[in-house]
């Protein structure tokens, strides 16, 4: 199984809203990450997991809250959202950094959660 | 400015033809990737280079890397329409003491039938 699966594939919340988004891959990877990407815009990094304890936090807004429950999921709980934040929200995974001494090159993605907020 | 940044923005080309994006970056790197992206769908590894490689081949794709212009090309021979997407290159690198994957701005390819 070489997938990552994402809920919902669409999600429209209100600003006062409290919604979460879940990310799934079943291929033993033990880092796992979010992007956000706006229209015609690259993925930009939001987090890193490695082995369920987060790395990497590139200074996302505090309305964003990540959660990785084990080694196999990847949430992003979200509230109080801003119009702005409306995007595509990708959430990939890699094999094991510790062997390789670094995060191994290959991202597997999934297809994205599209998010919309009023 | 991007880590990487990908010319052109846009291509289109006609099925059969080869397609060639290019991509710059600034900063030291471990290896490049290229990635692609159907519209609004997660993105697909292509092909990676390492920063000790010159060139890379996998089946009707190349890659170029020279490290000393800080370039990276992609060829694409005998286009499909199915190649029809979005090409980003993505650079891994050091920054703020850990090792992050920065992706280029991208480029439209267009292949019509």
């Known amino acids: 199984d070489t997938e990552v699966t994402q809920t919902p594939k669409h999600l429209v919340m209100g600003m006062t809203n409290k919604k979460s988004l879940k990310c799934e891959q079943h291929?033993?990877?033990?880092?796992m990450y979010w992007y956000k990407q706006k229209a015609k815009k690259p993925p930009e990094l939001m987090f890193v997991?490695?082995?369920?304890?987060?790395?990497i936090n590139e200074s996302v807004p505090s309305r964003f809250s990540p959660e990785c429950p084990n080694s196999s999921l990847l949430n992003l709980h979200l509230h109080a959202l801003q119009p702005e934040d409306s995007a595509l929200y990708l959430c990939?995974?890699?094999?094991?950094?510790?062997?390789?001494?670094?995060?191994?090159?290959?991202?597997?993605f999934g297809p994205g959660t599209r998010l919309l907020v009023l | 400015s991007q880590q990487g940044e990908e010319d052109p923005q846009a291509l289109s080309i006609q099925e059969g033809e080869n397609a060639t994006m290019n991509c710059s970056y600034k900063?030291?790197?471990?290896?490049l990737q290229w990635y692609r992206q159907n519209s609004g769908r997660g993105l697909v590894h292509l092909i990676l280079?390492?920063?000790?490689?010159r060139e890379k081949h996998s089946g009707r794709l190349r890659v170029t890397l020279d490290t000393s212009k800080k370039s990276s090309s992609l060829l694409i021979t005998a286009s499909r329409a199915a190649d029809t997407a979005s090409y980003f290159c993505?650079?891994?690198?050091?920054?703020?003491?850990?090792?992050?994957?920065?992706f280029g701005t991208g480029t439209k390819l267009q292949v019509i039938p």
């Open positions: 990939a995974s890699s094999q094991d950094p510790r062997t390789s001494g670094t995060f191994q090159e290959t991202q597997y």
């Open positions: 291929m033993g990877h033990r880092a």
């Open positions: 997991y490695s082995y369920e304890k987060l790395s």
């Open positions: 900063t030291s790197i471990n290896n």
């Open positions: 280079i390492r920063s000790n490689e």
């Open positions: 993505a650079t891994r690198h050091f920054s703020g003491g850990y090792q992050k994957v920065t």
